[in-house]
């Protein structure tokens, strides 16, 4: 496979994320609000922010040289991760939004991908950008995923915990004490 093809491949896949949040976004439509989060606006909008670094190192990756294999195996990390990912907005169904606000008729998830981790669209998104690292053999990418990604993904989770908490109560503690945060098999 070409470096041609391996860019555009690790593209479509962020597409398939890209895509589910914006066809979960006109499902969703409009409803109340339950409650409103009060977390900062760079909080509340991390899922188009966090993929900023991405698009910067699509454009220019700062390229270093890695093996043919190596970039193969960045590119299944990265499809893999972004079916993870989208299978976790769509599990989500009219619950999903980019906001941390729960809205009339948002359910707890606890199962899908929700009973392996509590945020699998976060996995999804840091392994996307790991693999995508990888496939188009950017430094800069990798380094970006390292500095910027991980740290406003851990930010971004600890608000939604806050979030989650207030809006199910002992329902999410007990929840929380069964499923790890972001590591599958974690404590």
């Known amino acids: 496979m070409d470096d041609h093809s391996l860019r555009i491949a690790v593209l479509l896949s962020a597409h398939l994320i890209f895509l589910s949040a914006g066809a979960l976004r006109i499902l969703r439509g409009q409803r109340a609000h339950l409650l409103v989060a009060d977390a900062p606006w760079w909080i509340q909008y991390y899922p188009p922010l966090v993929w900023v670094p991405f698009v910067v190192a699509y454009v220019q990756p700062l390229a ?3 093996d043919q294999n190596l970039r193969l195996v ?3 990390i990265a499809v893999a991760s972004a079916i993870f990912a989208a299978w976790a907005m ?6 999903y939004g980019i906001r941390m606000d729960v809205f009339a008729g948002h359910a707890l998830k606890t199962d899908g991908p929700y009973a392996l981790v509590r945020h699998p669209m976060y996995l999804g998104i ?9 496939a188009m053999e950017s430094a800069l990418l990798l380094i970006a995923t390292a500095f910027f990604v991980v740290p406003f993904t851990a930010v971004r989770i600890g ?3 806050k979030v989650l908490k ?8 007990r929840y929380a004490e069964r499923v790890p945060a972001l590591i599958p098999f974690g404590a």
């Open 126 to 134: 840091v392994l996307f950008h790991l693999g995508a690292s990888l």
């Open 64 to 66: 270093i040289d890695l």
């Open 90 to 95: 769509w599990s989500l169904g009219r619950s």
């Open 74 to 76: 960045g590119l299944a």
């Open 159 to 161: 608000a939604e915990e």
């Open 166 to 173: 207030d809006a199910f109560g002992e329902r999410y503690v």
